[in-house]
């Protein structure tokens, strides 16, 4: 597993004293609020401040003072520590699952978890080996995630 994970993108700046304006690629801009620290081409950023607007967040980071020094870093991509993030049990960053054996309930061995697909109603798994399936993300397919150890269990139904 990767210790820096992306994400957010700067996608703009915010006012005119350095403040910025990151979309989240989490859940939500609030889980990225408890961050004390961001990296920006592998380097750590102190946050100053940060709050939540309109779904984004709104980051005052050190060294970054006015909209001329927060212009440059307008398009960057935005990562956290994977140690720094406290995550509820049970939980987990979607990205640690790319790769992933998927099997059936009965252990029948489907192929890899190849991608995630961000649906509006949920997540859709897609599952690449004899041939692509599509898996919706939700606990009547989904039976058991183990990231930890790779591994996803499924149901299938017929048509699948």
Same mark, same amino acid.
């Given at each position: ?8 993108? /700067? ?28 990296? /920006? ?10 709050? *939540? ?44 699952? /790319?790769?992933?054996? *998927? ?58």
């Amino acid at each position: 597993m990767e210790k820096y994970l992306e994400a957010a993108k /700067i996608v703009n700046t915010h006012g005119i004293k350095g403040e910025l304006k990151l979309e989240p690629w989490a859940d939500n801009a609030e889980f990225l609020k408890g961050f004390k620290f961001l990296y /920006i081409d592998g380097k750590p950023v102190k946050v100053v401040s940060s709050r *939540v607007h309109n779904g984004f967040l709104i980051a005052k980071l050190e060294g970054v003072d006015d909209v001329n020094a927060a212009m440059p870093l307008k398009n960057k991509v935005v990562s956290i520590d994977r140690d720094d993030a406290k995550l509820p049990k049970g939980s987990f960053f979607l990205g640690d699952l /790319i790769g992933a054996s *998927v099997v059936t309930e009965t252990g029948e061995a489907l192929g890899k978890l190849t991608d995630v697909l961000e649906m509006p109603a949920h997540n859709v798994y897609v599952v690449t080996g004899e041939r692509e399936i599509l898996i919706p993300a939700v606990p009547e397919f989904v039976l058991k995630t183990d990231a930890s150890a790779g591994v996803v269990t499924v149901r299938l139904i017929e048509g699948m």
